[in-house]
């Protein structure tokens, strides 16, 4: 079978990064591990504007969930997860990134401009340097996990990935585990039963949406059935035992750890941070070996994310829930919308060849100095003979 176009996006090679190349075309490499990040639906809600030596990146709401994100929670979240990758590649290829967060207050859906600094004194952490080996291959991963439990070692490096982005980790214990699950069921069947949902649903797993490079087409059913389908689906919760979206009753069992990611406060800057530690958090797991999917039904009923708070009395907001554990494969990596229709550099849209030709006009011009140089040396030397 022939491999789709939409997949080279994770081809992506660190021996190609530009080091002697221009501040645009460096960051421009770098936006190619950016959009690695992970979506909800594989919306891939973000965008990128170089200009100069400054990289904006926005919150793209043409690609919004008005059904189970009504208020861009979500997408924020992923496209400041998207800011994270951009910040880790920065730091791994030797260079300073200074970030400024929502620099223009007028246009909110700008969430950072990025500049790349000079060659960093510093050198990265053996755990940041995994982290980036790691990014190249995570994925959200629906499949069974094993019955191994989580480490305490493991489950406070996770910890320790989320506070160093200001965010917070609650993990749920034995008590409090099946009364958040029994939660998410609810919220599973609410949103099920919601016709609104189901269209938002088929509409991003539609199978045309592998000829654009996003959504998640590989659950495509025909749109009668994907109306009239009322039982949960393995793309909001996973696979049970027999290959099948898990059970009720295997719901619980297949999630061996599972973890609540939030913040302080509510704001803007609270949800930018909180994408950051969601991708931390996920970059951490696969570097030692754990897999990561969410079950973030609960988050997206505004009364359900109020029980939630209520059942785990934790300041400040939830915005994730994620299920964490060991994986028995890897996980089935998603289409990614090319370079040019997510980056525009001096409001032109990227092109593979964009800096290559001007290298190359460089070189001709060089040439034709070198040319004239040689010329001019013949003619002087044949006139004083």
């Not at 039904?297 to 299920?323: F, K, S, T, Y």
Request: charged letters at 25%.
């Amino acid at each position: 079978m022939q491999k789709s176009k939409f997949m080279d996006a994770w081809s992506v090679s660190k021996s190609d990064f530009p080091h002697d190349g221009s501040a645009q075309e460096k960051l421009a490499f770098c936006v190619r591990y950016a959009i690695l990040a992970p979506s909800p639906f594989n919306t891939q809600p973000w965008f990128f504007e170089i200009k100069g030596d400054t990289l904006t990146v926005y919150a793209d709401r043409r690609y919004c969930l008005p059904v189970s994100d009504p208020d861009d929670r979500g997408l924020i979240i992923a496209a400041s997860a998207a800011l994270y990758n951009l910040r880790l590649a920065i730091r791994n290829f030797g260079y300073e990134e200074i970030t400024e967060y929502l620099p223009n207050t007028e246009r909110e859906s700008i969430l950072a401009r990025v500049k790349i600094g000079k060659k960093s004194e510093v050198s990265v952490t053996p755990e940041s340097h995994k982290r980036f080996e790691a990014l190249t291959s995570f994925e959200f991963d629906h499949s069974a996990f094993s019955d191994k439990a989580v480490s305490q070692e493991d489950v406070q490096a996770l910890k320790d990935a989320v506070v160093q982005e200001r965010a917070w980790l609650y993990i749920c214990d034995r008590d409090c585990k099946p009364e958040i699950m029994n939660m998410i069921a609810e919220a599973d069947q609410t949103q099920t039963m919601n016709k609104n949902f189901r269209r938002e649903f088929a509409s991003w797993t539609d199978w045309r949406r592998k000829l654009g490079g996003d959504g998640l087409p590989q659950y495509a059913k025909s749109f009668s059935k994907s109306m009239n389908t009322f039982t949960p689906s393995e793309v909001r919760r996973f696979k049970g035992g027999e290959g099948d979206v898990a059970t009720d009753d295997e719901f619980t069992n297949g999630v061996p750890l599972l973890a609540i990611l939030g913040s302080v406060t509510g704001g803007m800057v609270e949800r930018i941070l909180t994408g950051q530690a969601l991708m931390r958090l996920c970059l951490t797991a696969a570097s030692r070996g754990l897999s990561v999917s969410t079950l973030n039904q609960v988050c997206e009923i505004p009364e359900l994310r109020l029980r939630l708070h209520d059942e785990i009395n934790q300041q400040g907001r939830a915005h994730v829930i994620l299920r964490i554990g060991h994986s028995n494969g890897k996980p089935e990596l998603n289409i990614r919308r090319p370079l040019s229709s997510v980056l525009i550099v001096d409001d032109q849209p990227y092109h593979d060849d964009m800096f290559a030709s001007e290298g190359g006009k460089k070189q001709k011009m060089s040439s034709k100095r070198s040319f004239f140089n040689k010329f001019s040396k013949v003619f002087l030397a044949k006139k004083a003979s």
